[in-house]
Nanobody, 120 residues
């Protein structure tokens, strides 16, 4: 199958920055799209940002201009650079990948989540 491993979460003061990383491994032929989601306390999971294999990106309105998503195709990795962090950004951040396996199957893979806490 496919595994996603995230890293980079932690505690930061408001106005600070963090960089999240996510690496995919397993029976991967290609990864058309990679995304970051988050789920704050008492909130539903929401899409933060996405990026295609061609580099097309999209962002939630709440993070535009502050967060940047990027990926390294050779490493099957996706990154989320988060600047000007606000307490409202506090959440568990999840990596998601739409994967085409080596057997030609479409798989939807999720990471275990990494906690980001922004103090005021």
């Amino acid at each position: 199958q496919v595994q996603l491993v995230e890293s980079g979460g932690g505690l930061v003061q408001a106005g600070g920055s963090l960089r999240l990383s996510c690496a995919a491994s397993g029976i991967i032929f290609s990864i058309p799209t990679m995304r970051w989601y988050r789920q704050g306390p008492g909130k539903q999971r929401e899409l933060v940002a996405g990026i295609t294999s061609g580099g097309i990106t999209n962002y939630a309105d709440s993070v535009k201009g502050r967060f940047t998503i990027s990926r390294d195709g050779a490493k099957n990795a996706v990154y989320l650079q988060m600047n000007s962090l606000e307490p409202e950004d506090t959440a568990v951040y999840y990596c998601n990948a739409n994967v085409i396996s080596t057997m030609g199957r479409w798989l939807d893979a999720w990471g275990q989540g990494t906690l980001v806490t922004v103090s005021s």
